[in-house]
């Protein structure tokens, strides 16, 4: 009697990209192949042999930052941002934050420029709103107010951004360092200026969340809202990445010349 040989596959679950429109992944694929081979006439056993060869779906990939391309790959997706800082979508394409230590330093820097970009962004449209004066011509007008000299002005800036900056630069290599009675003079306790929420960049508490948007207060004490604080990062840094943006624009249109409500006739 001849060799007879038996084999199906079964495919469970497979949907097509194509098909599904790109909205779901590809679920796993599971192949079983059963192949049975008897041998010749009145032989009374048989060999039967089972394979099973079990293919997992790859693992969703994140977003991309450059639309209509897929995430993958160190210059779209790299491997060093696992997508723990809020607003990561994988965009380093030079490999600056392959050093932990630098991309910590990076995102504090992200994060000071844009919320300095924010405020710029709001005093320049809403200061040539009220006094029709463009951003940069405001500091040599006429009728703008000057009470103090441009050296004064300039040694005061100095001093005291210098003093704040280099608080900051310390605290950052050495965090809560400068939540002690000699670094606030001013004020009898530290614990106001003192990082309530224990990550860098986002102090929270009395003083730094007046409001409590990021936290509650309990009997006079600061509790942080994880998921408050977590919504709250991710929309900040949007907006600073904006800011910064339409700085950069505001710049260009300074040199020809041209003021931000200008551009849009107003």
């Given at each position: 009697?001849?060799?007879?040989?038996?084999?199906?596959?079964?495919?469970?679950?497979?949907?097509?990209?194509?098909?599904?429109?790109?909205?779901?992944?590809?679920?796993?694929?599971?192949?079983?192949?059963?192949?049975?081979?008897?041998?010749?006439?009145?032989?009374?056993?048989?060999i039967s042999t089972t394979r099973r060869v079990v293919v997992a779906?790859?693992?969703?990939?994140?977003?991309?930052?450059?639309?209509?391309?897929?995430?993958?790959?160190?210059?779209?997706?790299?491997?060093?941002?696992?997508?723990?800082?809020?607003?990561?979508?994988?965009?380093?394409?030079?490999?600056?934050?392959?050093?932990?230590?630098?991309?910590k330093w990076y995102r504090e820097a992200e994060l000071i420029h844009?919320?300095?970009?924010?405020?710029?962004?709001?005093?320049?449209?809403?200061?040539?709103?009220?006094?029709?004066?463009?951003?940069?011509?405001?500091?040599?007008?006429?009728?703008?107010?000057?009470?103090?000299?441009?050296?004064?002005?300039?040694?005061?800036?100095?001093?005291?951004?210098?003093?704040?900056?280099?608080?900051?630069?310390?605290?950052?290599?050495?965090?809560?360092?400068?939540?002690?009675?000699?670094?606030?003079?001013?004020?009898?306790?530290?614990?106001?200026?003192?990082?309530?929420?224990?990550?860098?960049?986002?102090?929270?508490?009395?003083?730094?969340?007046?409001?409590?948007?990021?936290?509650?207060?309990?009997?006079?004490?600061?509790?942080?809202?994880?998921?408050?604080?977590?919504?709250?990062?991710?929309?900040?840094?949007?907006?600073?990445?904006?800011?910064?943006?339409?700085?950069?624009?505001?710049?260009?249109?300074?040199?020809?010349?041209?003021?931000?409500?200008?551009?849009?006739?107003?």
């Open positions: 009697m001849a060799a007879a040989t038996s084999a199906t596959a079964v495919v469970n679950g497979f949907t097509s990209p194509f098909l599904s429109g790109g909205k779901k992944s590809s679920q796993s694929l599971f192949v079983a192949i059963n192949n049975k081979v008897g041998a010749g006439a009145g032989a009374g056993a048989g779906a790859a693992a969703a990939p994140k977003k991309s930052w450059i639309p209509a391309v897929k995430g993958g790959g160190n210059f779209v997706d790299p491997e060093w941002l696992d997508g723990s800082l809020p607003g990561d979508f994988g965009f380093d394409p030079l490999g600056l934050g392959k050093d932990p230590a630098f991309l844009g919320r300095w970009a924010m405020l710029a962004v709001v005093g320049i449209l809403v200061g040539q709103a009220w006094s029709g004066i463009p951003w940069f011509e405001a500091g040599a007008d006429p009728g703008a107010l000057a009470p103090f000299s441009f050296g004064t002005l300039l040694g005061t800036q100095l001093l005291l951004m210098g003093w704040v900056e280099s608080k900051r630069w310390v605290d950052f290599f050495d965090p809560d360092s400068q939540s002690v009675e000699w670094a606030t003079p001013w004020s009898r306790t530290a614990e106001n200026f003192s990082n309530a929420t224990g990550e860098q960049g986002y102090p929270g508490g009395k003083f730094f969340d007046p409001l409590s948007l990021a936290g509650t207060i309990n009997n006079g004490v600061y509790v942080p809202d994880t998921e408050k604080l977590e919504r709250l990062k991710l929309a900040e840094i949007k907006h600073s990445r904006l800011a910064m943006l339409a700085m950069l624009i505001f710049y260009f249109e300074a040199g020809q010349g041209k003021t931000p409500l200008g551009a849009l006739g107003l």
